[in-house]
């Protein structure tokens, strides 16, 4: 199927582990990103690589690294994990970097404890 | 203020009646406004993009865009219990990289 997958779909964790969330297109998009959505559901975005080239980079803490591969896939890996970073986080990939829609994977739920 | 912003909801509409949802949005030089859907516990999915001024329509869907007026709006006809979602709209910003959503609007359609 043509995609976004991410994996996992459920993580489940304790404060100060490190961990790596994984994700990969198959739509042939060469712009990925990293969203975060909160409680609230306000879903706000975290990083946008175009082409494996970092082009967004919100005011989120370094303890956040995202990697790309190549341009199909964009992982993110998080530090020290806190529990304000509870949250469920959204890969996107889009046609190019200016005004095409996103398609978004199924999400993973971090909770952290 | 913020950058997007939609009421919170819940719009409660009776089924087959039409639901309204309105967004607005800061930057002026914005190009693109869609709206996504997204189900409890499940991801945004696009349902509707609108480029120019004017209404688009898909199916039961209508957007309508106002540049002037820094407004979008969806129209949803002939409500149906499995329209029950949020709404969500999202502005790519004048640099045209960047896609800002709203906090959503819940919209709720009672048989």
């Known amino acids: 199927d043509t995609a976004v997958s991410q994996t996992p779909k459920y993580l489940v964790t304790q404060m100060g582990n490190d961990k790596s969330i994984k994700c990969e297109q198959n739509l042939g998009h060469d712009t990925m990103y990293w969203y975060k959505q909160d409680s609230k559901k306000f879903l706000k975005i975290m990083f946008s690589y175009n082409n494996k080239e970092l082009i967004i980079n919100e005011t989120v803490p370094n303890r956040f690294s995202p990697k790309s591969p190549d341009k199909a896939h964009l992982n993110l890996h998080i530090n020290s994990l806190e529990l304000g970073d509870s949250a469920v986080y959204f890969c996107?990939?889009?046609?190019?970097?200016?005004?095409?829609?996103?398609?978004f994977g199924n999400g993973t739920r971090l909770t952290v404890t | 203020q913020k950058e997007v912003e939609q009421n919170s909801g819940p719009l409660s509409v009776p089924e087959g009646a039409i639901a309204s949802l309105n967004c607005t949005y800061s930057?002026?030089?914005?190009?693109?406004f869609f709206w996504y859907r997204q189900y409890s516990g499940k991801s945004p999915e696009l349902i509707m993009s609108i480029y120019s001024n004017g209404d688009k329509e898909d199916g039961r869907f209508t957007a309508q865009l106002n540049k002037a007026s820094q407004y979008v709006s969806l129209l949803i006809r002939d409500s149906q219990p499995s329209d029950s979602a949020t709404y969500l709209c999202a502005v790519f910003g004048a640099a045209g990289n960047k896609l800002t959503f709203g906090g959503g609007t819940r919209v709720l359609v009672k048989p």
């Open positions: 930057d002026r030089g914005s190009q693109s």
């Open positions: 996107a990939s889009s046609q190019s970097s200016s005004n095409s829609p996103l398609h």
